[in-house]
């Protein structure tokens, strides 16, 4: 490392060092062509790209104009919008401010594939989040756990049974940095677990101008097993995950301030870190608050957000698990046994209803809101024997549905082409009617020419990710090699991708294995499938249904027109949503709380085929996308499964297959892309998370005059 560093190279440092990179045009490409090869073998992390690249490459660039200019440019833009002093929001409080930020705490945060630390949605609105704050400026500041192994590496095995392999996550390569005090010490805070002190190192992660603090026990001097209480992300028993709860809680709010921050609003993401409320307790008590002055003070501070519309998806641990593990608290708290427990229960008496996050978070938080307005109203009726005297409309919980960070999500060439025609900076100006009215401007011909070109990418990107995959498993020379003609770029292409849990069925899209192959098959008017999607490690009826599945397409599979695409993550996410023309999504209602990932396919031109659950049930409006089925709901699963599943074939073959291909003169399905401009218009100024953001600043964050 003798040679010296061209000054072009220190500033990209610079940049590798903060994810806005990450979703500007032209941010992932500049660090790429250094060396696409390097780039793959690096996961996208630009930091390590920069410490790989060698000397020679460095200078060929350094006098390359063009790319000098390109990376110019992007450093110039980074630093006048990360570093300068933003505008206040308009119509925000001023009690939130850089001083008093919002605190957000999750257990995931998706901010890009080069930090493994999510397994799903809850990660990637949680990541979005972070940006949409950055974007507008908002004052506000993550809350998160460092995974040592993150969440785990997806391997099908030959009999097609998923295999899950937790590798260390090499963090002195990534692009985050030890916090340090005054004096350049590492800071670091100590949380009671086991009874026992447990040591916490404290991360910085920088999203644009959001810093995201992320903690972690995996230090020298702590115990060996305490070293792997951030080991990995939903991979443990029950006591793992309170010890990690309690981490994120406790540990959370004691970083903060040994950060000196002093935050407006603490944001629970899910009941995860809901023991921060007991912390904000403990801090209350021991300045001498009396206890109902200190409750009351704790939930002037606190919101929540639940995801779950189960009462089965929550959180809950038994008595002996918070005697073992809570017990140090109590004392440290000054309250007894059962106040503690009473907390986290539904009903505080009934003395064997388990500890619960969802009750802890409720009964803490001055607003508790669901992600989606039917999931708003299965939560009112799910929490009403919280509040017994109340109806389920009077309960007090909102919602605010979730959105996804259009730049992270959107293709260049689709973010190019709308800031053509709806203006530079369009992202930013959705809100406005003005704006809106110029998709009626988008040409026929160049929105097609985009939909095929994303396309083609995606169908050459999936033939390169399954030919590794099959040479990785060692499967016949003659199946590895026909990888090359997997797809077909110009048929039309469906995907569905998502976690592999049972409620989302996956397994819907074959309930009648023949209908579905003719489909696949047909000679004039084919479709093919993209799928990919992890099932939780201890799943198994999710595993035995891809089992299924697979069976079921081997015969069909030199067809190559269904394929599976392993280790579903943000990169591959980004190329399914903006290359496939439909987003399938299959929920067992009322199941799905929001979901988000159809809402990625839009600006992209891609059209939303989904049941009447989650966002879509707010979303669809007869003609910007389809709907699978009538919203009713029976209580009977397997009826359910059959008439959705004869809904689903009915809408494929009577609408979506015949408007892509009718094609007028020019070869192009007129009729497809009003759908595609009506699905822009009614759904981008709707379903993104700046609109979302702004929301929650000024409905939920501003606190209560
Ligand atoms: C967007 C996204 C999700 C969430 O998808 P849903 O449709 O809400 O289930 C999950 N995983 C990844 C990798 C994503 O990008």
């Known amino acids: 490392m003798s040679a010296i560093i061209p000054p072009l190279f220190r500033d990209l440092r610079e940049l590798a060092g903060n994810y806005w990179w990450s979703w500007q045009l032209d941010g992932p490409e500049v660090f790429r062509d250094i060396s696409r090869s390097l780039w793959e073998t690096c996961g996208h992390n630009p930091k390590k790209l920069l410490d790989e690249t060698l000397a020679t490459r460095r200078t060929e660039l350094d006098i390359d104009p063009g790319y000098r200019t390109r990376a110019q440019d992007l450093i110039a833009r980074f630093r006048a919008s990360v570093q300068l002093p933003v505008e206040p929001l308009p119509g925000l409080d001023p009690r939130l401010n850089a001083e008093h930020p919002i605190a957000y705490f999750s257990a995931e945060f998706a901010i890009h594939e080069s930090l493994p630390i999510y397994a799903g949605g809850l990660g990637v609105l949680a990541g979005d989040h972070l940006k949409s704050a950055s974007d507008l400026g908002l004052p506000l500041v993550g809350v998160g756990l460092l995974y040592r192994q993150g969440y785990f590496l997806q391997d099908m095995d030959r009999s097609n049974w998923q295999r899950e392999r937790y590798v260390d996550i090499d963090v002195p390569s990534l692009p985050i940095e030890r916090v340090t005090a005054a004096d350049g010490r590492p800071l670091s805070v100590t949380v009671l677990i086991h009874r026992r002190p447990v040591h916490v190192s404290i991360w910085r992660v920088r999203v644009g101008r959001v810093p995201l603090y992320l903690l972690d026990t995996n230090r020298d001097d702590n115990e060996e097993r305490d070293r792997w209480i951030t080991g990995h992300l939903y991979g443990g028993n029950q006591d793992t995950r309170l010890v990690q709860e309690l981490t994120l809680g406790f540990g959370g709010v004691r970083a903060l301030r040994a950060l000196g921050l002093k935050p407006s609003v603490f944001h629970m993401n899910e009941g995860h870190s809901a023991f921060l409320t007991l912390e904000l307790l403990r801090e209350e008590l021991a300045q001498g608050t009396p206890l109902a002055e200190a409750k009351k003070r ?408």
Request: a negative charge.
């Open 298 to 705: 704790v939930k002037a501070q606190c919101v929540f957000t639940t995801h779950t519309p189960v009462t089965a998806g929550h959180d809950v641990f038994g008595v002996e698990f918070m005697d073992t593990h809570l017990g140090a608290y109590w004392n440290e708290l000054g309250l007894t046994r059962d106040q503690c427990l009473a907390f986290g229960r539904r009903r505080p008496d009934d003395l064997w209803e388990p500890f619960g996050m969802t009750p802890l978070a409720m009964r803490f938080a001055r607003s508790v809101n669901g992600v989606s307005r039917k999931h708003g109203e299965v939560c009112r009726e799910l929490f009403r024997d919280f509040t017994p005297e109340r109806e389920p409309t009077a309960v007090p919980i909102r919602h605010v549905t979730n959105g996804i960070h259009l730049p992270t999500w959107t293709a260049p060439v689709a973010r190019t082409l709308l800031g053509r025609y709806l203006g530079p900076d369009w992202e930013r100006r959705l809100a406005d009617p003005r704006t809106i009215a110029r998709i009626a401007d988008l040409p026929d011909a160049e929105l097609w020419e985009m939909r095929n070109r994303l396309r083609r990418h995606l169908v050459a990107a999936v033939r390169a990710r399954a030919f590794g995959s099959r040479t990785r498993n060692c499967e016949d020379a003659d199946f590895i090699a026909a990888a090359d003609h997997l797809l077909d770029p110009d048929v039309l292409t469906i995907g569905f991708a998502r976690r592999m849990a049972t409620y989302k069925r996956m397994s819907l899209i074959i309930h009648d294995p023949e209908r579905t192959a003719r489909l696949l098959t047909d000679h004039e008017r084919p479709v093919q499938f993209v799928l990919a999607g992890k099932a939780h490690p201890f799943d198994n009826e999710a595993k035995r249904n891809f089992q299924e599945l697979a069976r079921w397409k081997r015969p069909i599979e030199h067809l190559g027109r269904i394929v599976y695409l392993e280790n579903y993550d943000v990169s591959l996410a980004r190329f399914l949503v903006q290359g496939c023309d439909v987003w399938l999504n299959l929920p067992r209602r009322p199941l799905e709380a929001s979901g988000t990932s159809g809402q990625k396919v839009v600006a992209n031109g891609g059209l939303n085929c989904s049941i009447l659950d989650g966002w879509w049930h707010e979303a669809f409006a007869g003609d910007n996308g389809w709907a699978i089925g009538a919203e009713l709901d029976d209580g009977d699963p397997d009826a359910q499964d059959n008439a959705d599943a004869e809904a689903l074939y009915r809408v494929l073959e009577d609408e979506v297959v015949p408007l892509f291909y009718d094609r007028d003169e020019r070869g192009i399905p007129a009729g497809w892309l009003e759908r595609v401009r009506a699905s822009m218009r009614s759904l981008l100024p709707v379903f993104n998370t700046d609109r979302m953001v702004l929301e929650y600043a000024r409905e939920v964050y501003a606190p209560p005059s």
